[in-house]
């Protein structure tokens, strides 16, 4: 079974650039960029990742973003991600990225975007892995502040194909980011949310009716509201599902405690997913095979959740196609 679920065709549709910073990466980028750390070790920074809550993540994963200053580190930073990719038999995904982390610390969208772009490129030709970039926005700033990161991404808009909305979900509802999203659509490009991972199930509805989402990011706690799962079934709009995320953040007590299986068997579109693979125990791979160790995951179902990102993902029916 692990050797099927590793040699499995996959694709990701939920990770954050940011969230692949292995600490030996941060520790050497740190080192180039003349920048301090908390840490001495690499397992002084492993220990640190016992995370309570999203928001003790959300605080370490802003701090070792930190290091990131040069158009060489993003590219470094996605190159890496992407030649984990490549063992793992992952052959498309559609990462993130959080230019208000960079740009807070006075770093221009445009370093940030051409270092990622460059990596992508040059994976899709070395690699052969393809790839869609999705521009995300920080909740827990204002709607003024996604604006002006839109504005400012703007010049490089063939780079990006969709907006999505990230960091602290609970008390920064969807609604809070109704006209920016209003804004992208306009301006060309998909969305997507986070929301349900700690969020309400009303926050799932706020992404779907005011933010015209194509997918949503977690939606795990859909399961509490028997409406929406109709209504996310009805509509087969996909879940981007992070199993090994959920746990360290602790929306599950432990992996066999989590739901994929039931919304899978309930007639949703999910799909797995890393989500910040340095920080939660692994990649798409790991992802695949500790559900296996601790749900009773079939071949069938996992061939099932594979197809579903294939069918989810932001590219063409022909580049579909292609791809099954
Ligand atoms: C995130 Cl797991 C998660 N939730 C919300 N925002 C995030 N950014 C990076 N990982
Ligand atoms: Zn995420």
């Not at 892995?129 to 703007?154: G, V």
């Not at 509509?235 to 602790?250: A, G």
């Not at 798409?284 to 990102?309: C, K, W, Y």
Request: glycine share 6%.
């Amino acid at each position: 079974m692990e050797h099927f679920l590793s040699s499995m065709p996959k694709a990701e549709l939920h990770m954050h650039l940011e969230g692949s910073l292995e600490p030996e990466l941060m520790f050497e980028l740190a080192q180039r960029n003349g920048i301090e750390l908390p840490w001495d070790t690499v397992d002084q920074v492993r220990a640190a990742y016992n995370f309570g809550n999203l928001q003790d993540f959300l605080d370490l994963y802003y701090q070792g973003a930190g290091v990131l200053q040069t158009e060489q580190d993003f590219y470094d930073l996605t190159w890496a991600y992407l030649k984990q990719c490549e063992t793992q038999n992952v052959i498309h995904t559609e990462p993130f990225f959080d230019p208000q982390t960079h740009t807070a610390r006075g770093i221009d969208i445009g370093t940030v975007i051409s270092g990622i772009d460059r990596a992508l490129l040059h994976g899709r030709e070395q690699l052969g892995i393809s790839s869609r970039l999705i521009l995300s926005f920080l909740r827990h700033l204002s709607e003024e502040d996604a604006f002006r990161t839109l504005e400012q991404a703007l010049p490089y808009r063939d780079k990006f194909v969709a907006v999505g909305l990230d960091s602290s979900e609970a008390g920064n509802p969807p609604a809070k980011f109704q006209r920016v999203f209003e804004k992208a659509r306009h301006e060309g490009f998909l969305t997507v949310a986070h929301a349900g991972e700690e969020g309400p199930p009303e926050y799932v509805w706020q992404a779907l009716d005011l933010l015209k989402v194509s997918r949503i990011d977690h939606g795990v706690r859909a399961s509490e509201d028997p409406a929406l799962i109709e209504r996310l079934a009805r509509e087969q709009i996909p879940l981007t599902v992070c199993p090994l995320s959920n746990v360290r953040l602790r929306v599950f007590r432990s992996l066999d405690q989590h739901n994929i299986l039931q919304l899978l068997e309930q007639g949703l579109k999910v799909t797995v997913n890393s989500d910040d693979p340095a920080y939660f125990g692994g990649y798409m791979g790991e992802n695949f095979i500790e559900m296996s160790r601790q749900l009773p995951l079939t071949r069938d179902q996992a061939v099932q959740l594979s197809h579903n990102a294939f069918e989810a993902a932001f590219v063409s029916d022909d580049e579909k196609a292609a791809m099954l």
